[in-house]
């Protein structure tokens, strides 16, 4: 935790976020493995969340690639249309509330919307996880899911973020918006492309479209070439497999003021393979 200091005193404090996308496969798991720890080192992160949907070889989240994760330093992992490809995770996220999936999903939906996790120093962070409608499928509108989740978490929770997992930029600019004064950064994931337009409005929110995946980028958006080069130029259909080497990690680090929950400055962070 970061205190800012004007003269002699004290005025304010913040903390350091770092803001990671969909993870794609071993390559995106080996390049966090890879920086994580010296990222921390050298900008003093106090809080990790990141987007889990493609740990487990571009297909949803297992037991083992979630430990792996948060035991790197993680303490949240949302999700978005790749929750449910492991079965398992069904049960997975009723027990553990470091994961949550999307709050605009289906009523019976196990697991949860948002959720509150502190830093080490003991200041709580909520993360809340929306889904798209745009290209997406019919789910509920994440605007109503994001108005719902503010009137849930505690006011005395300052920061909150907000990861919005969706194909349409039009769409996610729009919550960026909608939520521009109360939350502290409005982000997107699912496109696996970053996006070099981060912005902290007046208000104190910060957005970003797409904070891009940690994963190969020697690949169709972390899938093998040749099979998606296949369904593209011939139609037929091709079964994807993950590039599971040589990854880029793609994050975006922010600070932001405890006390109003505003983000005070925005930095997208790339990491290529091998350095
Ligand atoms: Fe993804
Ligand atoms: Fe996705």
Redesign the pocket.
């Known amino acids: 935790m970061a205190l800012l200091q004007k003269k002699d005193s004290f005025v304010s404090e913040s903390i350091n976020i770092l803001v990671v996308?969909?993870i794609?496969g071993r390559a995106g798991r080996q390049a966090l493995q890879n920086h994580i720890p010296r990222l921390v080192d050298h900008h003093l992160i106090d809080f990790i969340v990141a987007?889990g949907?493609?740990l487990a070889s571009?297909r949803g989240v297992t037991p083992p690639t979630a430990k792996e994760m948060f035991k790197l330093g993680i303490n949240v992992l949302t999700n978005?249309?790749?929750c449910w490809d492991q079965r398992d995770f069904l049960k997975q996220i009723d027990q553990d509330d470091r994961f949550v999936r999307p709050a605009n999903f289906s009523s019976h939906a196990p697991g949860r919307g948002w959720t509150i996790q502190e830093t080490a120093a003991g200041i709580p962070v909520a993360v809340i996880n929306v889904i798209g409608q745009v290209f997406m499928g019919s789910w509920d509108s994440p605007y109503a899911a994001a108005d719902q989740a503010l009137q849930e978490i505690p006011r005395d929770v300052k920061i909150i973020l907000l990861d919005m997992?969706a194909e349409a930029s039009s769409e996610k600019m729009g919550m960026g918006w909608y939520l521009d004064g109360q939350v502290s950064f409005v982000y997107g994931?699912?496109?696996?492309i970053p996006t070099c337009d981060e912005i902290i409005h007046t208000s104190g929110t910060a957005y970003q479209t797409d904070i891009g995946?940690t994963g190969s980028y020697q690949s169709i958006?972390?899938n093998k070439i040749d099979p998606g080069l296949c369904r593209l130029v011939k139609g037929l259909p091709q079964r994807f497999e993950v590039v599971e080497r040589g990854g880029s990690v793609f994050a975006t680090l922010l600070k932001v003021d405890v006390n109003s929950g505003k983000t005070l400055e925005i930095k997208r962070i790339h990491i290529p393979p091998n350095s």
């Open positions: 996308g969909d794609v987007n949907e493609n571009g978005g249309n790749h997992h994931t699912h496109t696996h995946m958006i972390g």
